[in-house]
């Protein structure tokens, strides 16, 4: 495949990460846990700049003079409950001088604009247009009774421009787009372990296009490090965990050995290691289905941490769950999804499943503990999806598209025919959707054409807002 690492790349980086890890063929396992408080990694905060435009006070058509302490106050719960983001600025311009404000704007990751009042395309719209024009992306936050500004904000958007239109009474839209500000700075301090190369899209297969377009670092590892790394785990550490996180929480153990279960707990541990020593937040594998263990659990457990663990090598995929991560919290569901036209059916289905899909905090989803269907060998996960949930199933690919749809889980089976973790969600039109599979822009092999990644909740409209502030195009199959 032409996007993947050539050799050269792939055996520098590699043997780099082989010496920062592995040490008289060992990994650094003392290294690792000198930084176990570490685990899991968490995002330094991201600079959201908030400014305040518009008059204040008792002239016609202005907020009251205690609205800016209302707003800095509802902001300060936002910080607190997301914990990854701080505010900077609050200037309220005027009496403030624009071009002031807009230079000491220069370390922000994103900037939230209340548009306190102002008519037609006077001084305030000039202002917001000024900050526009930093490239920053931006939020105008707009509630009723604030003048009459309002018309000429649309065109910001049709220009172009990065910003997000809030023309509403309801404040927890801020909430929402602050939330998606956080996207593409967490991504340009993201590292990706991974495993023996990737597959997907040419250009998420290229390590220089995906750090100049998204700043993500992909970490070449070879098979023979996460060996290496497996043998380096003591044993009865991987009891434990075997013990504490699988083996006393399943519903049922159906086909898996003992030891088989405990030797998947032994390659969480063994990735963990090398995720904290190369300070990675993500890892895929191509060898996932090979040794020294299967991937199953391991990426399993990962997504359940808030992490991203990524079957298949599939690089897509990753930066889709990356995404989605960061942007709502939850773990995504890489899916070989088949359709039912008579039932207006998506069904999605695989042996790798998160148990807390609805996010670290969840309580964790039914599972039963099972091969992997297609070797009948390994251990993998029967994941009970709840019916009733509204999910949003989505890849972004080519690093500039995201394709999205959104269905209703209606039924969990357990055919043998199909992968272990099952379930149907009903869709706009399944007969629609099955002839416009891929919307006529994407092209590749097999698991690039068919894997699509699933997740908890309709983020239809929040990922269209993150397309206008990431500058990608948002195209539903449906």
Not at 16 to 38: H, T
Not at 260 to 286: D, F, H, P, V, W
Not at 450 to 464: C, E, N, P, S, Y
Request: glycine residues 10%; positive net charge.
């Amino acid at each position: 495949m032409s996007g993947l690492l050539n050799r050269r790349q792939f055996m520098g980086a590699s043997a780099a990460g082989a010496g920062m890890i592995i040490a008289g063929g060992k990994v650094a396992s003392q290294a690792a846990a000198n930084q176990v408080d570490q685990w899991p990694p968490k995002m330094p905060p991201v600079n959201i700049y908030k400014v305040y435009i518009g008059r204040t006070g008792g002239i016609y058509l202005s907020r009251p003079t205690d609205e800016i302490k209302k707003f800095d106050g509802y902001l300060a719960k936002i910080k607190k409950r997301l914990g990854d983001v701080r505010f900077i600025g609050g200037e309220l311009v005027p009496p403030a001088q624009i071009g002031e404000v807009v230079t000491r704007m220069k370390d922000a990751d994103g900037v939230v604009m209340f548009h306190l009042s102002g008519h037609g395309g006077g001084a305030p719209a000039q202002a917001m247009a000024k900050i526009l024009d930093t490239g920053i992306p931006a939020a105008v936050f707009s509630q009723p009774f604030s003048g009459h500004g309002w018309m000429y904000f649309p065109r910001w958007q049709k220009e172009g421009k990065k910003v997000i239109l809030l023309p509403t009474s309801d404040w927890s839209e801020i909430d929402r787009v602050i939330g998606l500000m956080r996207v593409a700075p967490h991504l340009r301090r993201t590292k990706i372990l991974v495993v023996r190369g990737p597959l997907g899209t040419t250009a998420a297969c290229n390590a220089e296009q995906v750090k100049e377009r998204l700043g993500v670092e992909m970490i070449p590892v070879t098979v023979e490090e996460t060996i290496e790394a497996h043998r380096a785990v003591d044993i009865k550490e991987a009891e434990v965990e075997a013990q504490k996180y699988w083996l006393s929480k399943a519903k049922d153990i159906i086909e898996p050995a003992k030891k088989e279960i405990i030797n998947s707990a032994r390659l969480y541990l063994a990735m963990k290691n090398l995720m904290i020593a190369k300070g990675a937040q993500a890892t895929t594998s191509s060898n996932c289905m090979g040794g020294p263990a299967k991937g199953c659990l391991t990426y399993s457990k990962l997504n359940d941490l808030g992490l991203v663990g990524a079957c298949e090598g599939d690089m897509d995929s990753t930066l889709t769950m990356l995404i989605f991560q960061y942007a709502f919290g939850i773990p995504g569901f890489i899916s070989d999804p088949v359709f039912d036209t008579e039932s207006n059916a998506l069904i999605h289905f695989h042996c790798t499943c998160a148990t807390k899909m609805a996010g670290p905090n969840s309580k964790r989803l039914p599972f039963t503990i099972r091969t992997q269907s297609d070797s009948e060998r390994g251990v993998s996960l029967d994941v009970e999806m709840p019916i009733g949930q509204i999910v949003t199933c989505a890849k972004f690919i080519d690093l500039n598209k995201m394709l999205i749809s959104t269905g209703e889980i209606f039924k969990v089976t357990h055919d043998e025919l199909g992968c272990r973790t099952q379930f149907w969600t009903r869709v706009k039109d399944a007969h629609s959707m099955f002839h416009n599979w891929g919307a006529g822009v994407l092209e590749g092999g097999v698991m690039t054409l068919l894997h699509r990644a699933v997740f908890f909740g309709d983020h239809m409209r929040d990922i269209k807002n993150l397309g206008i502030l990431m500058g990608f195009d948002v195209v539903e199959e449906a």
